[in-house]
C-alpha cells in the first residue's frame, strides 16, 4: 500500500489531536442534550469510533449507509441508500459524521432526507473539508481539516475500497487511479 502514496498529509498523531480537540467542543455544546450521532457508512467509520470516545455526555450511535463513488475518483451525483437509520430521531439533537465533504452532494442529500424526520437539531462534523470541489451549498458546523482539491485516502477514506486501514491520511499517486 505504501508505495502508491504520493505523500503524507496528515499524520495518525495529528489526526489523533484534532478528533480530541473535536470532541471537547461536541461535549462542551451538547451537554444536557439527548444526542444521536450518525456515521456514514463507510468511509466515517473510523473516525466515528475515534471521536465518540472522545466525547464525555451520553450518546446513542447509528449508521446510514450511502455511496456516490463506486470504484471511481469522480462522484457520480446519484447518492443511494444502501442502509437506513435503526432509529428514530424525532426531537433529538442529530450530529452526522462523515469523514469527507468532497462535491457535498452526499450531505446535501442525506440532510434533506434527515429534514423530514423532525430531529430537534441536525448538524454536521467533518474530519476532512474539500471546499473548491463543493457543488452545492452546505452548512458544516464541525471541520477537522480543509485539504487541497487532491484524491485522498486513509483512515476509513478508500479508494476503490482500498487503503482504509492506513493509520494516516495521504495523497494517492496518479498512476494508481489514472
Ligand atoms: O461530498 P461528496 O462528493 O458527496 O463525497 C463525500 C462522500 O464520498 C465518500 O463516500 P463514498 O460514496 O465513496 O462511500 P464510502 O464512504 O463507502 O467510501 C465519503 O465517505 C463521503 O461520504
Ligand atoms: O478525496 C477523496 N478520496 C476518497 N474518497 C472520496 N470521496 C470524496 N472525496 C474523496
Ligand atoms: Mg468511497
Known amino acids: 500500500m505504501e508505495k502508491d502514496i504520493k505523500e503524507v498529509l496528515f499524520t495518525k498523531e495529528a ?3 484534532k478528533v480530541k480537540e473535536l470532541g471537547r467542543k461536541i461535549s462542551e455544546e451538547y451537554v444536557s442534550k439527548e444526542v444521536i450521532v450518525i456515521g456514514v457508512l463507510k468511509g466515517a467509520n473510523i473516525f466515528l469510533g475515534d471521536l465518540v470516545r472522545e466525547i464525555n455526555i451520553p450518546l446513542s450511535i447509528d449508521f446510514m ?38 462535491t457535498g452532494l452526499t450531505l446535501k442529500y442525506l440532510t434533506e432526507n434527515l429534514k423530514s424526520r423532525k430531529a430537534a437539531s441536525l448538524k454536521i462534523c467533518t474530519l476532512l473539508d474539500k471546499p473548491l470541489r463543493r457543488k452545492c451549498d452546505l452548512n458544516i458546523d464541525y471541520v477537522g481539516f480543509e485539504i487541497p482539491d ?6 476509513g477514506i478508500d479508494f476503490a475500497e482500498k487503503y482504509r486501514n492506513l493509520p494516516f491520511i495521504a495523497t494517492l499517486k496518479k498512476e494508481v487511479y489514472e
Not at 428514530?88 to 439533537?93: A, G, L
Request: net charge negative.
Open 15 to 17: 489526526i489523533q489531536e
Open 150 to 155: 487532491e484524491f485522498i485516502v486513509g483512515y
Open 65 to 102: 449507509a450511502v455511496s456516490s463513488y463506486g470504484f471511481s475518483t469522480e462522484s457520480s451525483g446519484v447518492v443511494r441508500i444502501l442502509k437506513d437509520l435503526d432509529l428514530e430521531i424525532e426531537n433529538k439533537h442529530v450530529l452526522i459524521i462523515e469523514d469527507i465533504v468532497d
